[in-house]
């Protein structure tokens, strides 16, 4: 399932890129993100619309306009979370986009978050003193929960 959620790969991963990134920010991807990174990289998702509870973003889901991966210019892990860090909640670190410049992220914090994956508004900004309470489904204004897991995120995916 996961491995067939891109119709168009990026350049095969160099694990050292992975490896680098899991070191640097002293986290490694669950397992089934990062055994898709292994396998695809990212790239252009096959069945690209996802729906969730966005109520609180006034959405119901959205379009991933394509999963990031290591290596290259743009649509790069590392580049996009060093860009994005300080305007994201600690360790979410971004692993897709929208057509309207949103994102989807994965959650690498030691807590009840770890693994889950939400959808980030960017017209919102995220404040450090927001709430943010899995346990109790309290978010920050700019996020939505989407999956339980990347596996749970691909079952979710479907083509419009």
């Not at 979370?81 to 914090?109: C, R």
């Not at 770890?114 to 709430?131: L, P, S």
Request: aromatic share 16%; charged share 20%.
């Amino acid at each position: 399932m996961i491995n067939q959620l891109v119709k168009v790969q990026r350049p095969a991963l160099d694990l050292a890129e992975l490896e680098y990134f899991e070191n640097k920010i002293g986290v490694k991807f669950p397992a089934a993100y990062r055994s898709f990174l292994i396998s695809c990289n990212g790239g252009t998702p096959s069945k690209p619309s996802v729906f969730f509870d966005g109520s609180a973003l006034n959405i119901n889901g959205a379009t991933i306009n394509y999963f990031y991966g290591f290596g290259g210019a743009s649509e790069n892990i590392d580049k996009s979370y060093s860009v994005l860090k300080y305007d994201l909640p600690e360790l979410m670190v971004p692993i897709a986009n929208t057509p309207g410049g949103n994102y989807f992220l994965i959650s690498l914090k030691n807590d009840s978050s770890f693994g889950k994956v939400y959808y980030f508004d960017h017209e919102f900004e995220y404040d450090d003193d927001e709430e943010f309470d899995e346990e109790n489904g309290v978010y920050p204004e700019c996020l939505a929960k989407v999956a339980n897991s990347f596996s749970d995120l691909a079952g979710k995916m479907v083509e419009l």
